[in-house]
Structures are given as structure tokens and as C-alpha cells.
């Protein structure tokens, strides 16, 4: 529990560090500080996303969800509460991130307009790389459950496009 604790603060240091200093660079240009807000929440995104598309193939495949659908629970639910339960775990490690960043932002600009800007991005920046992993998790899910030929076809698909079979034997013969 302390290591994640300690883990967590170091998050929070090294997210406030890369604040300030981005944060001095607009003061000394006389720039915005929305761009800052902006990048530190697209890396927010970008690291939930990362994070997201290894944890997500568990909601649709595993032993446990295997266990929970011969209980009288809609199968539904069961995703639902994994979904949930993923989703307020990528919040913290986001929360983590973004508030250093918007305190330090509502400092330097002596302005309350980020904390204002950061509050729905505190909540947004978890859910949508991780709609798009579901996604892509339950795509995959799909796909792994077609026989080997067929997953083969698909992806041998996109390099075959505008490449006929013996196209080579016409321009090799001109």
C-alpha cells in the first residue's frame, strides 16, 4: 500500500514539474496557458489508452467472467460493473496527472477559468481512450473467435489491395 501511495506522489511531482516548466515558457513568451492544459491532458489520454488496451481483455474474455455468467446475473451487468470498476481505476491514475497540472496552472494565471476548463477534462480524459479500447478489445474478441484461414484472410487483406497476384511478370516483361 505504501509503494502505491509512494508511486502515485511521484506521478503527481513529475506531472506538477512538467506544469511548471511548460507553464514558465508561456509566461516568458506571453502565450496562453491552454495548450498546456491541453498537452498534459492528451498525455493523460495517451498513457489511460496504453494502460487501457491491456486491462480491457479481460472484460471479455477470462475465467472469472466465465464464473460470473452461471451466476443469475445478466451478463450485461457483469460488464457493466468491469467496465465501471476499470474506469475508476484509469480516473485515479488520471486525477493523479491532472490536478497538479490544473492547480499549477490556476496559479501561474491567477485565474479560476482552468479549474473550470479542467474539471470535465478530469472526467473525460479516462473515458474516451477507453470507449475506443473497449472497442478495439471487443473487435478483437470477435475476430479471435473465427477459425485460423479466416483470421489469416484478414490479415493478409490490407497488404493485398491494388497488388494483383503476377503483377510483377507484367511490369518485369515491358
Do not use: Q
Not at 513568451?29 to 498546456?36: A, F, G, I, M, T
Not at 467496465?83 to 497540472?101: A, G, M, Q, R
Not at 478495439?136 to 484472410?153: A, E, F, G, Q, R
Amino acid at each position: 500500500m505504501s509503494v502505491m501511495l509512494l508511486f502515485g506522489l511521484l506521478i503527481m511531482v513529475v506531472s506538477g514539474f512538467i506544469t511548471i516548466s511548460f507553464a514558465e515558457i508561456c509566461k516568458m513568451n506571453n502565450l496562453s496557458y491552454e495548450p498546456v492544459l491541453i498537452m498534459i491532458s492528451g498525455l493523460a489520454s495517451m498513457i489511460t489508452f496504453t494502460t487501457s488496451v491491456f486491462k480491457v481483455k479481460s472484460i471479455f474474455v477470462g475465467k472469472d467472467l466465465e464464473m460470473l455468467k452461471s451466476m443469475p446475473i445478466k451478463k450485461s451487468s457483469i460488464i457493466g460493473a468491469k467496465i465501471t470498476n476499470l474506469y475508476i481505476v484509469e480516473l485515479i491514475f488520471s486525477l493523479l496527472i491532472l490536478v497538479p497540472c490544473i492547480g499549477v496552472l490556476a496559479y501561474f494565471s491567477k485565474d479560476l477559468k482552468y479549474v473550470w476548463y479542467g474539471i470535465p477534462l478530469m472526467f473525460l480524459s479516462p473515458a474516451v481512450p477507453l470507449i475506443i479500447s473497449i472497442f478495439i478489445s471487443y473487435s478483437l474478441t470477435d475476430i479471435l473467435h473465427l477459425p485460423k484461414p479466416v483470421i489469416l484472410l484478414i490479415m493478409a487483406a490490407p497488404f493485398s489491395v491494388g497488388n494483383p497476384p503476377y503483377a510483377h511478370r507484367n511490369a518485369l516483361s515491358n
